[in-house]
């Protein structure tokens, strides 16, 4: 997987260089780089059709947002269905015959000896998990289209925001911009990162891990109790759900102090877990514990990648264009972007 994010990043970067001294809306851009990668992770040798899937699934999020909510009756809306229902329902049709295409395609390859499995890429686990001899543990074909809305979520829509509010906060605080750019030339000089390398990015993984903080990908987390636990003096029943506010805990100046609001790297020196002096647990961006997002070092891994070639080639400054207007689409989204100027370094 780590090529293939490297290959997209100098992909975007290349385009970049027509850009120099120039406003460019990196937010954009991250959506590419970020649709790419999953397309090429995901899917291998079936890119392009993976990439025509996660187009349908981004159109079938913006539908779903749009109409979140709006009030339905329950019978009457199944009778009478809007233009954005009718829209929707097409749409994940047609993304359920991609998948039984893509399938079929990689079955009759296994079977005719063209092909020695189903693939070494993300759809050719699941697709291998779909043919298990074991009837409990094989995936259908709805759970491995479920399985791959989860992955564009955590591969696509989390990455693209992190990247974007990132550059925003590197290019407000060119201090620490600074000592990204040393720490990277320092680890990997002018070379590409690597697996062995992304974890020595200690400064970088501070200001990835600050930025989680001050804009999480979600505003809430749901969870569903399983047992009637006792949370203090609440007694919460089972099988009901709890919002947890996952914003407003981590902007929270009793477990983060006065300077909550601000961007501080720093406290994430000693590591997560001494980020805070009162509560390990204040700091959700993926959730905790074994309901915590799957695809979480798959999108930290992403954004690092990124985040190195960008520094490489380019310093930033905020172009006087940007307006600051963070808004809750999937994830929390610059609503009119994140426009820098570019300089070479």
């Given at each position: 997987m780590i090529p293939s994010m490297i290959e997209c990043a100098e992909t975007m970067v290349e385009e970049w260089k027509h850009h120099i001294d120039k406003e460019l809306d990196v937010f954009e851009h991250f959506k590419v780089y970020t649709l790419d990668v999953i397309s090429h992770t995901a899917f291998g040798s079936s890119y392009e059709q993976g990439r025509s899937f996660f187009q349908m699934l981004q159109r079938v999020c913006e539908l779903s947002v749009r109409n979140g909510y709006?009030?339905?009756?329950?019978?009457?809306?199944?009778?009478?269905?809007s233009k954005d229902d009718v829209?929707?329902?097409?749409?994940?049709?047609?993304?359920?015959?991609?998948?039984?295409?893509?399938?079929?395609?990689?079955?009759?390859?296994?079977?005719?000896?063209?092909?020695?499995?189903?693939?070494?890429d993300f759809l050719g686990l699941l697709v291998k998990a779909k043919n298990e001899p074991e009837k409990a543990q094989r995936l259908s074909v709805d759970d491995i289209?479920?399985?791959?809305?989860?992955?564009?979520?955590?591969?696509?829509?989390?990455?693209?925001?992190?990247l974007a509010w990132t550059m925003f906060l590197l290019a407000l605080h060119r201090e620490w911009q600074e000592e990204a750019r040393k720490e990277v030339f320092?680890?990997?000089?002018?070379?590409?990162?690597?697996?062995?390398?992304l974890p020595k990015l200690r400064t970088m993984n501070m200001i990835i891990n600050e930025c989680l903080r001050l804009y999480p990908p979600a505003m809430t987390l749901s969870r569903q109790v399983q047992k009637e636990t006792r949370l203090g003096s609440?007694?919460?029943?089972?099988?009901?759900?709890?919002?947890?506010?996952?914003?407003?805990?981590?902007?929270?100046t009793e477990l983060w102090g006065e300077d909550a609001d601000v961007f501080k790297p720093e406290r994430f020196a000693e590591g997560v877990g001494k980020a805070t002096e009162t509560n390990s647990g204040a700091y959700l961006p993926f959730g905790l514990g074994p309901r915590s997002c799957v695809g979480m070092n798959f999108?930290?891994?992403?954004?690092?990648?990124?985040?190195?070639?960008?520094?490489?080639?380019?310093?930033f400054t905020l172009s006087p264009s940007y307006s600051h207007s963070p808004i809750q689409f999937l994830t929390i989204n610059p609503q009119h972007g994140v426009q820098l100027i570019l300089h070479p370094v």
């Open positions: 709006k009030v339905r009756l329950p019978i009457i809306s199944k009778i009478f269905k829209e929707g329902e097409r749409l994940e049709k047609r993304m359920r015959e991609c998948f039984i295409e893509i399938i079929r395609t990689r079955e009759e390859k296994l079977m005719n000896g063209e092909a020695e499995g189903y693939g070494n289209v479920d399985e791959c809305k989860t992955f564009y979520f955590a591969g696509h829509e989390t990455t693209n925001a992190l320092k680890v990997l000089g002018d070379k590409n990162p690597t697996m062995e390398s609440l007694v919460l029943p089972s099988r009901i759900r709890v919002l947890i506010p996952t914003l407003a805990v981590q902007h929270n999108a930290l891994n992403e954004a690092k990648i990124a985040l190195s070639i960008i520094l490489q080639r380019f310093s």
